[in-house]
Structures are given as structure tokens and as C-alpha cells.
């Protein structure tokens, strides 16, 4: 294993697959996004080229972009102050419930594992504003007044489908939180315990801190999931009513193909990309630190 590993000839036999695929399935399609970007193309026949004009365009002159971005991050925000939390503490009850603890673990995961149509249709039809299960409630519990056509209203939509998206993905996050509290040895509670630890001083002190290289990997999953966010937007509300619910995924897609602007849409995509690489990179540093072996 020493030789091998020594001889560079070997080592680049062992890397070439890898590195061939990541060239030919990210870089190049990433520079090809990049040039037709730059180009005025409906994806088929002629383009013309136009240089930086689209760039210029979607940052100055594209109030939707920024909407679609602004709601990629009001959505990541409430992920991580109201999921994830949410999320630690009934990982944390789990680790309590002996006997019942595959049962409600079951529970708990069973929105992740729902096919996303189904989840979409789901939801839809509880926010409907004639039928729907969430104005039949209001009216049986004598709160008739707040009916609401929840996801035809710009000012409720978005939060709707934050909360459809945050239920859907709520069980990955349980299980990532509750995976890294069974990581835990035991001892060191047991040991807390008897040095006199209450449950409180237990897991804010001492449990929750040892956790922090989980969170870090369910927060960088949870910012990637949020940011490329589509398939729930388009299933329910296809970025409306006026865009106020459009995500930067659905919004490529509808700008690409529905409206034949490719050379557009190109260019919004690689700004997502660059956004991305930059938040990645901050989080990254924000979340880096060192943590204590068990």
C-alpha cells in the first residue's frame, strides 16, 4: 500500500475517474452555462452575443431575482430559528421515550418519506379557500372571520409554503439531531448525573455542545435544501400569485423553458451559483471550530 501510494503514476490512476467526471459533469457545464449566459438565445436555432448584458440586467433591473433570492433566504432563516430547534428538542425527548421510541420516531419521519406531489396536493387542498381543512377549522372553532384564500394571497403564500417545505423536511432533520445524541457515550451524562447536573445544565452544557459538528453538517444541508428549493413551489403555486412565492430554481425554469429565454436564464443560474459558492464559504467559517473529543 506504501508503494502505491508513493507513486504518483498510481495515485493518478486512482483520481483520474473521479476527477474526469467532475470536469465533464460540473466545470464544463458550468462554463457552458456561463458563455450562453452572455449570448440572446431561445435555446434553439441562432443566438446572438450580448456580452454582460444579461448579467446587468437580472442585477439592476430584475425585481423578481432578488424576490426569488430574498425568499430562498426568509426561508433558510426560518428552517434554522424554528425547525431546527423544534427539531433538537424532540430528538432529545426521543432519547427518553424507551419502549415508544420507534414508535414515534415513525411518526416523526413519515412527512419526509410522502412523495413531494402528494405532499403538494396535501397541503393544497387544506389552504384551499372553499373546501380547504384549515378555514373548516377556523369556521368550527368560531373564527369564521380569519378564512383566508391562504395561497392566492401575496401576503400569506410565501409563509405557507415555507411551513409545507419546513414539515416536509422536518424529519431529516430529527434524525440527523437524534443520530449524533445516540453518538454520545453514555457515561458522560451518567457521570454528569452524579456530579450533580440537572437535565437543563445535562444538555445545555454538555450534550448540546457535542452536538455542534451535527449541527453544522444539518445547517449546510438544511441552507443547500432551502436555496434550491423548487419542486413544492412549482407543484403548488408555480412562483405566484405576482412572484411573491418564486424561488430561484422554479424562477430558471420558468424563465428557460416556459418563456424560451435560455440565454436569461443561463445567467441567473450561474449568479446562484456564485451566490452559493459565497455562502458556502462564509458558513463554513462562521461554523468552523474545533470541538473536543469524547
Given at each position: 500500500?506504501?508503494?502505491?501510494?508513493?507513486?504518483?503514476?498510481?495515485?493518478?490512476?486512482?483520481?483520474?475517474?473521479?476527477?474526469?467526471?467532475?470536469?465533464?459533469?460540473?466545470?464544463?457545464?458550468?462554463?457552458?452555462?456561463?458563455?450562453?449566459?452572455?449570448?440572446?438565445?431561445?435555446?434553439?436555432?441562432?443566438?446572438?452575443?450580448?456580452?454582460?448584458?444579461?448579467?446587468?440586467?437580472?442585477?439592476?433591473?430584475?425585481?423578481?431575482?432578488?424576490?426569488?433570492?430574498?425568499?430562498?433566504?426568509?426561508?433558510?432563516?426560518?428552517?434554522?430559528?424554528?425547525?431546527?430547534?423544534?427539531?433538537?428538542?424532540?430528538?432529545?425527548?426521543?432519547?427518553?421515550?424507551?419502549?415508544?421510541?420507534?414508535i414515534f420516531?415513525?411518526?416523526?419521519?413519515?412527512?419526509?418519506v410522502i412523495?413531494?406531489?402528494?405532499?403538494?396536493?396535501?397541503?393544497?387542498?387544506?389552504?384551499?379557500?372553499?373546501?380547504?381543512?384549515?378555514?373548516?377549522?377556523?369556521?368550527?372553532?368560531?373564527?369564521?372571520?380569519?378564512?383566508?384564500?391562504?395561497?392566492?394571497?401575496?401576503?400569506?403564500?410565501?409563509?405557507?409554503?415555507?411551513?409545507?417545505?419546513?414539515?416536509?423536511?422536518?424529519?431529516?432533520?430529527?434524525?440527523?439531531?437524534?443520530?449524533g445524541l445516540?453518538?454520545?457515550?453514555?457515561?458522560?451524562?451518567?457521570?454528569?448525573?452524579?456530579?450533580?447536573?440537572?437535565?437543563?445544565?445535562?444538555?445545555?452544557?454538555?450534550?448540546?455542545?457535542?452536538?455542534?459538528?451535527?449541527?453544522?453538517?444539518?445547517?449546510?444541508?438544511?441552507?443547500?435544501?432551502?436555496?434550491?428549493?423548487?419542486?413544492?413551489?412549482?407543484?403548488?403555486?408555480?412562483?405566484?400569485?405576482?412572484?411573491?412565492?418564486?424561488?430561484?430554481?422554479?424562477?430558471?425554469?420558468?424563465?428557460?423553458?416556459?418563456?424560451?429565454?435560455?440565454?436569461?436564464?443561463?445567467?441567473?443560474?450561474?449568479?446562484?451559483?456564485?451566490?452559493?459558492?459565497?455562502?458556502?464559504?462564509?458558513?463554513?467559517?462562521?461554523?468552523?471550530?474545533?470541538?473536543?473529543?469524547?
Amino acid at each position: 500500500m506504501h508503494k502505491v501510494l508513493s507513486d504518483k503514476k498510481a495515485i493518478f490512476l486512482l483520481i483520474a475517474p473521479g476527477l474526469i467526471l467532475f470536469i465533464f459533469m460540473i466545470c464544463i457545464p458550468i462554463f457552458m452555462s456561463a458563455y450562453y449566459g452572455s449570448t440572446d438565445w431561445s435555446g434553439i436555432g441562432q443566438y446572438q452575443y450580448v456580452g454582460l448584458s444579461n448579467y446587468k440586467e437580472i442585477l439592476f433591473e430584475d425585481p423578481v431575482f432578488w424576490n426569488s433570492l430574498w425568499n430562498a433566504l426568509l426561508l433558510t432563516a426560518a428552517t434554522l430559528v424554528i425547525q431546527h430547534p423544534i427539531a433538537i428538542l424532540l430528538a432529545i425527548f426521543l432519547t427518553h421515550c424507551g419502549k415508544y421510541e420507534k414508535i414515534f420516531r415513525t411518526i416523526f419521519f413519515i412527512p419526509a418519506v410522502i412523495s413531494i406531489v402528494v405532499t403538494a396536493k396535501l397541503w393544497s387542498g387544506i389552504f384551499h379557500p372553499n373546501y380547504g381543512l384549515l378555514n373548516k377549522f377556523l369556521e368550527g372553532i368560531g373564527l369564521g372571520v380569519l378564512k383566508h384564500d391562504w395561497l392566492g394571497d401575496p401576503n400569506t403564500a410565501i409563509w405557507c409554503i415555507i411551513v409545507v417545505v419546513m414539515w416536509q423536511g422536518f424529519g431529516y432533520a430529527l434524525l440527523l439531531y437524534y443520530s449524533g445524541l445516540q453518538g454520545i457515550p453514555k457515561d458522560l451524562g451518567e457521570a454528569a448525573k452524579i456530579d450533580g447536573a440537572t437535565h437543563t445544565q445535562l444538555y445545555s452544557r454538555i450534550m448540546i455542545p457535542l452536538l455542534a459538528p451535527m449541527m453544522r453538517v444539518a445547517i449546510i444541508i438544511a441552507v443547500t435544501t432551502c436555496l434550491k428549493q423548487m419542486e413544492t413551489v412549482f407543484l403548488m403555486t408555480n412562483g405566484g400569485p405576482a412572484n411573491s412565492t418564486q424561488f430561484l430554481g422554479n424562477y430558471i425554469y420558468k424563465v428557460a423553458f416556459s418563456s424560451s429565454l435560455y440565454g436569461y436564464g443561463n445567467a441567473i443560474s450561474v449568479l446562484f451559483i456564485v451566490f452559493c459558492l459565497i455562502l458556502t464559504v462564509v458558513l463554513n467559517k462562521a461554523l468552523k471550530k474545533d470541538v473536543g473529543e469524547f
